[in-house]
């Protein structure tokens, strides 16, 4: 028996139409599909939102560990404090690493939502651990600032004194009133800083993430010791 070939199709014959049925289907499952890539999408979005705010806070923590184990090293600062930040501190460059290979330029998908998930989550434990091991060298830092800087106006008043001295042992003495009145000009500035110093320490006006003040000032008298002598 001969089996019927296209040609031996008679040329009228159509395509079969769809049922209504299966034509909503197909819209459906289309529908259905253009949602889920919407979905994905969306989602990615907000993941990588979320990321940019977690780098924010990761990577302000990170650069005040940074700040504060350069000032532990000027310092001399070796307490166990001061070890347990630099290790946190070595630790955290695997989130940075992390940061830097997130797939954000990928296609959206479900995998790249998780892989990105998985990022925030290590940004977020890297900022936290930072910040908890900060926490502890913070009032070591302040007490050693303002030490410091007691110690730099205490050092600065003896300077003050014998600059004032030599002063009044000269008045009179000297034709070289430029240099005098050079002289004169560094003691009242240095008067200043002094009482500045001094009124800081008092009452630890600056303390925390405005504790710089205190290195600054402190380097400020160690050169009018210097400009005195």
């Known amino acids: 028996m001969r089996s019927t070939s296209?040609?031996?199709?008679?040329?009228?014959?159509?395509?079969?139409?769809?049922?209504?049925?299966?034509?909503?289907t197909a819209i459906a499952a289309r529908g259905a599909y253009a949602f889920t890539a919407h979905s994905t999408a969306a989602a990615v979005k907000d993941v990588q939102a979320q990321l940019v705010d977690a780098e924010n806070d990761f990577t302000t923590a990170r650069a005040a560990a940074q700040a504060s184990i350069a000032l532990a090293d000027e310092y001399a600062l070796a307490s166990e404090n001061v070890t347990a930040l630099k290790a946190t501190y070595a630790d955290s460059d695997?989130?940075?690493?992390?940061?830097?290979?997130?797939?954000?330029n990928t296609k959206a998908s479900n995998e790249k939502i998780e892989s990105?998930?998985?990022?925030?989550?290590?940004a977020k434990t890297s900022t936290n651990k930072l910040n908890a091991a900060l926490a502890p060298?913070?009032?070591?830092?302040?007490?050693?600032?303002?030490?410091?800087?007691?110690?730099?106006?205490?050092?600065?008043?003896?300077?003050?004194?014998?600059?004032?001295?030599?002063?009044?042992?000269?008045?009179?003495?000297?034709?070289?009133?430029?240099?005098?009145d050079g002289l004169q000009s560094t003691i009242d500035d240095t008067t200043k800083t002094i009482d500045?110093?001094?009124?800081?320490?008092?009452?630890?006006?600056h303390v925390g993430d405005d504790r710089k003040w205190n290195v600054d000032e402190e380097k400020k008298l160690t050169d009018a010791v210097h400009a005195l002598g």
């Open 6 to 24: 296209s040609a031996d199709r008679d040329s009228t014959d159509s395509i079969p139409t769809p049922s209504p049925a299966q034509q909503a």
């Open 94 to 104: 695997a989130t940075v690493t992390a940061l830097t290979e997130a797939p954000n």
């Open 116 to 122: 990105l998930k998985k990022v925030l989550d290590q």
């Open 137 to 180: 060298i913070a009032g070591e830092l302040d007490d050693l600032t303002i030490k410091k800087l007691d110690e730099a106006a205490n050092k600065a008043d003896q300077a003050l004194n014998d600059a004032k001295n030599l002063m009044g042992e000269t008045d009179g003495k000297v034709k070289d009133n430029a240099t005098r």
């Open 196 to 205: 500045e110093a001094h009124e800081a320490v008092k009452n630890r006006s």
